[in-house]
């Protein structure tokens, strides 16, 4: 049996599982922000229409996957898997989505590490045959996170600096064993994107307790998945043209920046953080943003659109999760960070 | 020997999370400690001074100071309440910090704060089971230091 494995932790699809369509879909905020001219569908109101939070979080969702099929130019018949998680308690917003949808699902919970989580285990389903069509996603809402792991949104509470806001929005990815058909973009053929390597990461903990430290928490993890997956392929940062990692922040990003310094990997060129890139300074969201959706909007928006025109060829991303839970905050357990990488390149 | 062995892990694991937490310190923005303790005297002076004004009203139309105290405690938590309702007050508390936490209006706000946001699971088992979310546990806390300082202060004076 072929192993399609390189390295300690590093898959290598030899079928290259394409990446045909992508949609991002974000709140009322994150629209105001230095990315919202990527975003598919930027919402006037962030209830959505919805009665409850939740409800409006998996619409959000279900409207990113519905036009990233549409942008695959694929029915939901088509697709035989949805991959999907969120930040909520049993995945609800995923759940209740898949549950109108009725197409075959695997929730998964990676935290804010969801993203790539889903892109790699589509990707494996597709690259062993298990599967033609996956739909790959993730999702969070500010308030519905908010309540659940933080105060209730009326109250009058002060933030330190280092508290990270959490991205209102959906992305969704249609991975597909066949190439798309091809297509024209400003009067260029576009590229197909084809995910060639991923990186499972491991669990680091730094031990950091503060859950106002979350980019401090996750940077260890992140830093470990780079240079296993660097090690593993035997690239130099300088292969990738981006290298983009979750929502770390502003925080983490100096921190991975500093800690791959001193290994003596310099990603300076070619690395940022999409929770540093997600907000600008006066939309008073501190360190920037975080939560799945983070994540998941700049990769199916931003990074999707501009590899389609070729503008960036070969990217490296990098979703990042802080595994705590509210009980395990409370019982005085430090944060498990985690980070999952996904190599993707345009042909 | 096993244990001792665990022991020294556990040691060494806490002296590096320490190390860490030390690295980190360079990279993480403080919070505006003198312009926060600031912005926070003069907005809790200014709930304070509110509160004073109207009660010198009432007592100057010939209320008793016990009754104008009530009506002004009345006063300030029905406008505290009001203004959570209308999504000013995480706004004012944004801005003031303890300043608008301190007063009597901060524990109004975090008992309807709870009752709003938890109003879709219903009225009893939303609202009713979140309400003293927040408030519940700063009032076990707060009477139970009480009773220990009570108690203290009367042993002290036996």
Same mark, same amino acid.
């Given at each position: 049996m072929q192993i399609n494995r390189i390295g300690k932790q590093t898959f290598v699809f030899h079928n290259e599982p394409n990446i045909i369509g992508a949609a991002a879909v974000v709140g009322k905020k994150e629209g105001q922000g230095p990315m919202k001219k990527w975003f598919d569908v930027i919402l006037k109101d962030d209830s959505y229409g919805e009665k409850t939070w939740e409800k409006s979080e998996s619409k959000i969702l279900k409207k990113a996957i519905l036009l990233a099929l549409e942008n695959a130019g694929k029915t939901k018949e088509q697709i035989d898997a949805i991959l999907s998680g969120d930040l909520i308690n049993q995945l609800m917003s995923s759940s209740f989505m898949a549950r109108d949808l009725q197409i075959p699902f695997l929730g998964l919970y990676g935290a804010c590490s969801t993203m790539t989580e889903s892109l790699i285990l589509g990707a494996v389903l597709i690259d062993g045959g298990y599967a033609q069509n996956i739909i790959a996603a993730a999702s969070s809402h500010y308030c519905t996170a908010e309540r659940q792991f933080r105060m209730p949104l009326e109250h009058g509470n002060q933030r330190p600096p280092s508290a990270q806001w959490t991205v209102t929005g959906a992305g969704s990815m249609i991975l597909s064993n066949q190439i798309r058909s091809q297509q024209m973009i400003a009067g260029e053929p576009a590229k197909n994107l084809v995910v060639t390597h991923a990186t499972v990461g491991k669990i680091v903990d730094a031990g950091i307790k503060d859950v106002n430290q979350m980019g401090a928490a996750m940077a260890p993890a992140t830093v470990d998945t780079i240079m296993q997956h660097l090690k593993d392929t035997g690239r130099e940062p300088s292969y990738y043209d981006v290298i983009l990692s979750g929502d770390l922040g502003m925080v983490g990003k100096k921190i991975v920046k500093d800690l791959l310094l001193k290994e003596n990997i310099d990603v300076s060129t070619v690395y940022d953080d999409c929770g540093a890139m997600m907000y600008e300074k006066e939309q008073d969201a501190h360190s920037g943003g975080s939560g799945c959706g983070c994540s998941a909007s700049i990769f199916s928006g931003h990074i999707f659109k501009e590899m389609r025109q070729g503008k960036i060829r070969k990217a490296l991303l990098i979703s990042t999760g802080a595994l705590l839970s509210t009980i395990s905050s409370q019982q005085g357990e430090s944060i498990p960070g985690i980070a999952h990488a996904v190599a993707v390149e345009g042909k | 020997m096993e244990n001792k062995k665990e022991k020294q892990k556990k040691e060494i694991k806490k002296r590096q999370a320490k190390e860490y937490e030390n690295y980190v310190k360079q990279f993480t923005p403080k919070p505006k400690y003198f312009m926060n303790s600031l912005k926070a005297f003069f907005v809790g002076g200014l709930i304070c001074i509110i509160a004073f004004y109207v009660q010198t009203l009432l007592m100057n139309r010939g209320y008793s100071e016990k009754d104008s105290g009530t009506f002004v405690i009345v006063f300030l938590v029905c406008s505290a309440q009001l203004l959570t309702g209308l999504g000013v007050y995480d706004t004012i508390g944004k801005f003031a910090g303890a300043g608008s936490i301190v007063p009597i209006t901060g524990f109004a706000n975090s008992m309807v704060a709870p009752a709003i946001e938890y109003k879709k699971e219903g009225i009893v088992l939303g609202v009713g089971a979140? +309400?003293?979310? +927040?408030a519940g546990p700063v009032l076990v806390c707060g009477i139970s230091a009480s009773v220990v300082i009570g108690f203290i202060y009367y042993m002290m004076n036996l």
């Open positions: - | 979140k +309400l003293f979310s +927040l």
